[in-house]
C-alpha cells in the first residue's frame, strides 16, 4: 500500500531519541538504582540462609498451608535443585519473581479498588490492561531494555507489565461480588466508605484477591525463560544456555527447577487464598 504510508517507526523513535529519553532519563536511572538494589538484596538474602534450613521453612509453611503431600514434594524438589547444581539459579530466579509480584500487587490492587469503586476508572483501565495482556511479551523487552539496560531490573519491568492485569482485574472483581445485602447492611449500620471497604469488602474479596496473586506469581515464572534474554539471571538464562548449546540435560533440569518452584508457589498462595492460614 504504497499510496498510503503512516511513519509510526520514524515517529516513535525520534519522539524517544529526541524527547524522552533527555527529559526522564535520568528519573529511570534512579528507577533503575533502587529496583537493583533491592533485587540485590532479597538475592542476598535467599543465597544467605543455608539450602537445607531454606527446604525446611518452605516445607513448614507447605505444610501449614496445604498439607503434608506439598511438604514431601518441596523437599524432595528442593534436594533436586541443589543435586543439580542449580540452587543459586533458583534463588536468582525466586528473587525476581518475589519483586516482580511484590511491584505488581503494589501497583495492582489499589488500582483494581479505585476500578471497583468507580465505573469511570474501570472503563479507563479496562483497554489499558487488555493492551498488556495482549501485546506479545517479546515486545516488552524492548523498552526495557532501552530504559533500564540489561539484567535483574529490565526483568522486573517487562515481568510486572506481563503479571500486573491479574491483581487489577481479580481485585475489582473481588469487591463488585461481595453481597449488595452486605454492603447496605454494613452501611445501615453507620459504617464510612474507609469502614466498609477495608472491614466488609476487601475481607470478603480476600480469595478473589488471592487468585490474582495467585495468577501473578505464576506469570512471572512464565517470564523467567523470555525475560532471560535480556539478561535476567537465575533458571531461565540456564535454559537460554542449553537452547544454545543444545544442551538437553541442563534445559531439563533447568526446566524441572521452575516447574518445582511453580507447584510450591501455586499451591501455597492457594492455601492462604483458602484461609487455611
Do not use: C, H
Request: aromatic residues 10%; glycine residues 10%; neutral net charge.
Amino acid at each position: 500500500m504504497d499510496y498510503f504510508y503512516f511513519p509510526l517507526e520514524r515517529w516513535t523513535n525520534t519522539f524517544v531519541d529526541e524527547w524522552f529519553l533527555p527529559t526522564f532519563g535520568n528519573a529511570f536511572d534512579t528507577v533503575s538504582n533502587g529496583l537493583n538494589a533491592f533485587i540485590g538484596g532479597v538475592t542476598d538474602l535467599l543465597l544467605f540462609i543455608p539450602a537445607e534450613l531454606f527446604t525446611l521453612i518452605i516445607a513448614a509453611i507447605a505444610w501449614r498451608l496445604s498439607g503434608r503431600n506439598l511438604a514431601i514434594f518441596t523437599v524432595i524438589g528442593f534436594l533436586f535443585i541443589g543435586s543439580v547444581d542449580l540452587w543459586t539459579e533458583a534463588m536468582q530466579t525466586l528473587s525476581i519473581v518475589i519483586v516482580a509480584t511484590l511491584v505488581s500487587l503494589i501497583v495492582g490492587i489499589p488500582i483494581g479498588i479505585f476500578s471497583a469503586m468507580n465505573d469511570r476508572i474501570l472503563n479507563i483501565v479496562k483497554p489499558i490492561l487488555d493492551f498488556m495482556q495482549t501485546l506479545p511479551s517479546f515486545v516488552y523487552l524492548i523498552p526495557a531494555v532501552l530504559l533500564f539496560g540489561l539484567g535483574g531490573v529490565p526483568a522486573v519491568i517487562a515481568t510486572f507489565i506481563f503479571a500486573a492485569p491479574p491483581a487489577v482485574r481479580m481485585t475489582n472483581l473481588g469487591i463488585r461480588s461481595v453481597s449488595k445485602e452486605v454492603v447496605e447492611a454494613s452501611r445501615a449500620f453507620g459504617s464510612t466508605k474507609r469502614q466498609l471497604l477495608f472491614k466488609v469488602q476487601l475481607p470478603l474479596a480476600v480469595p478473589s484477591i488471592m487468585a490474582g496473586v495467585n495468577q501473578t506469581i505464576m506469570l512471572s515464572l512464565s517470564m523467567a525463560v523470555i525475560a532471560s534474554m535480556i539478561g535476567a539471571p537465575g533458571l531461565g538464562a540456564s535454559v537460554l544456555t542449553a537452547i544454545s548449546r543444545v544442551n538437553i540435560g541442563l534445559g531439563l533440569s533447568a526446566g524441572l527447577g521452575i516447574v518445582v518452584l511453580a507447584i510450591v508457589l501455586d499451591r501455597i498462595t492457594q492455601g492462604i487464598g483458602q484461609g487455611r492460614v
